[in-house]
């Protein structure tokens, strides 16, 4: 069952009126009750209501103010996977269902305005993906593996739940079935549907990565696997070929290290991770990998973290969980990815495929063949983390990914046998910059910036200028983990319905809580010290003893107001006020 595609929203005072393009039905949102009702009578729209285009709806939600409609207002085509279109959301709109906020107090309505502003930033993060006609939650070997009723249900109850971001704001629509074709499952991660041409065959390459809406979050505010199994920004990315009818899907998954560890932001350039001793290790680890293999079948856990330092532990961790469990469905494999490519002998990755390559032709892929018949499956998947499970990993998966897409291309008639996708340049540089622009969109989204040694993955290569690059990304990575992702995780909890809003939310409200004014102060102290420092040693004094004695006194200032704000670094941080850490800790 399709959904509607292209829709007017027309609006008055008492109702919203949602109306289908082809007029077949309408949907009819009581502002005042709430109430949501269908109706096939053509004339319910008043002439004088107000009339708006839109391209889906995304939900409804609950604030201080009371529901609040989501919709899409912007949209961007992506391209076609078959004859289904493929949109990209690019801006939204949120109205409210009362007329005014005059009800609310003064500190009623600057909490609601807070929450607005965490609905808007989520849906304003790049990466919120839908189609009317296609479940683009499910890879091709998962709907090629289903029931001729499933392709029946509403798309809604189709899709697969862990990649539905609007599954919580869904709920007034989906609880009444009639409204079906109303209710738009929104996925968010990264799409990218090429046209790509080889020796004059021309095929589509397509590239979807999947965000797990379950321990969402962002990077230092979400690490680990709780008690459920999920594991923080879990990602499953699928590569597809369609050439002639033909099909090709090969899928890689990606999430932290699944065993209860943190490590929240405290003004440290790098926190030093910490295992939950207070949690049962094995309940989240057995749990996720139970999932994991039910899904995809034998697993290859590769884990780029450094053995030696701050990562080790976690490591080390992660490494006697998988030899408790004797699991013989899960096969680990660890690549110290810094030690083998140190002074960018970014070639040494050659040794990880290698070691690996058996393995993986083992797991084949996904094909069907021009009748939709099932030529084969992809019998396991590659599981990929480093701490982030972003820089390394992607880099690692875009290897691993172009190694199944040359066996690929054989098979389909599109090389000949032994010949290297590498000496089609024009075809190489394309498909090196989509698994960079992979790459960046799920950076952006865990930790606010776009992906490190993304150099490598577009080029092949590692330089200066991208070690340089690295650096600044590295620089906004260390501002925004530390004084703005509190309000991203709080966000996204709001939106994911892992915290709802109380309508009588007022002066007993978590945005109340704020910083004693002696340590909101420090940072101020410390900007205001460091500058006076740097003014010391560039404006010259009249006597040098003079100038001494000023360098050294902003010097020390500087010094032991750091040592201060390190000593509370994380009182200092800006942190998630609506789900505490605490709480998101005892559940891991």
């Known amino acids: 069952m399709s959904i509607h595609e292209s829709l007017r929203l027309c609006t008055t005072s008492e109702v919203f009126y949602v109306v289908p393009a082809d007029g077949s039905e309408i949907l009819e949102v009581d502002r005042t009750s709430g109430e949501l009702r269908l109706t096939r009578n053509v004339n319910a729209v008043p002439p004088s209501a107000a009339v708006r285009q839109i391209y889906g709806l995304i939900g409804i939600i609950r604030l201080i103010a009371g529901p609040y409609l989501i919709v899409i207002t912007g949209r961007e085509r992506v391209g076609s996977i078959g004859e289904h279109g493929v949109w990209r959301v690019t801006d939204t709109d949120i109205i409210a269902f009362a007329r005014s906020v005059r ?17 808007r930033t989520v849906f304003q993060t790049v990466g ?14 998962r709907l090629q593996n289903t029931t001729p009723e499933f392709k029946f249900l509403p798309l809604h109850e189709r899709a697969d739940q862990r990649f539905v971001w609007n599954r919580h704001l869904l709920q007034d629509i989906v609880s009444q ?5 109303f209710a738009l499952p929104v996925m968010h991660g990264f799409v990218s549907i090429s046209h790509s041409v ?44 369609i050439y002639q009818g033909m099909k090709a899907s090969f899928v890689q998954t990606r999430g932290s290290i699944p065993v209860p560890w943190s490590q929240r932001p405290n003004l440290s350039y790098k926190p030093r991770p910490k295992i939950n001793t207070l949690s049962t290790p094995s309940i989240g680890f057995e749990r996720h990998f139970d999932t994991q293999i039910a899904i995809y079948g034998k697993q290859i856990a590769i884990n780029l973290i450094n053995q030696k330092g701050v990562e080790r532990a976690v490591g080390d961790e992660f490494m006697r969980q998988i030899s408790a469990s004797n699991n013989a469905m899960i096969r680990y494999h660890p690549f110290d990815f810094h030690h083998e490519c140190k002074n960018m002998q970014w070639q040494r990755l050659s040794i990880l495929l290698g070691q690996l390559a058996e393995e993986r032709e083992k797991q084949k892929y996904f094909l069907s063949d021009q009748s939709g018949g099932v030529v084969q499956h992809q019998d396991g998947v590659m599981r990929s983390n480093c701490m982030d499970s972003l820089d390394r990993t992607n880099v690692v998966q875009g290897l691993f990914a172009k190694a199944s897409l040359q066996e690929q291309l054989e098979w389909l008639g599109i090389l000949s046998v032994g010949e290297q996708l590498e000496r089609h340049s024009d075809f190489e540089v394309l498909y090196k ?29 590692r330089g200066i200028a991208g070690a340089l690059q690295d650096g600044y990304k590295s620089t906004m990575r260390y501002f925004q983990n530390n004084f703005t992702d509190g309000f991203r995780q709080d966000a996204i909890d709001l939106v994911l319905g892992n915290y ?39 404006i010259p004094a009249t006597e040098w003893t003079w100038q001494l004695i000023y360098v050294l006194f902003w010097g020390v200032a500087v010094f032991i107001t750091f040592r201060v704000a390190v000593y509370y670094g994380y009182e200092l941080v800006d942190a998630p006020r609506l789900v505490k850490t605490a709480e998101r800790d005892k559940n891991s």
């Open 103 to 119: 009800h609310l107090s003064e500190v009623q309505n600057r909490h609601n305005d807070m929450y607005l502003s965490m609905v």
């Open 128 to 141: 919120f993906y839908w189609s009317a006609t296609y479940d683009v939650t499910h890879t091709l070997q």
């Open 177 to 181: 079935p009639e409204l079906s074709r």
């Open 198 to 241: 080889v020796n004059q065959k021309e095929f589509q390459l397509v590239l979807i990565s999947r965000r797990s809406c379950y321990r969402a979050g962002v990077r230092y505010y979400c690490r680990g696997v709780d008690s459920e199994g999920h594991v923080a920004n879990s990602v499953e990315t699928e590569q597809i070929v």
């Open 433 to 461: 910059n989509v698994w960079a622009d992979n790459g960046d969109a799920l950076a952006m989204q865990y930790t606010g910036t776009g992906a490190l040694k993304s150099d490598f993955t577009r080029t092949g290569k």
């Open 500 to 538: 709802t809003v109380d309508p009588s939310e007022g002066i007993h409200s978590p945005l109340n809580e704020r910083q004693g004014w002696r340590l909101a102060i420090v940072p101020l102290v410390l900007l205001f010290g460091f500058s006076m420092l740097i003014i010391s040693l560039l």
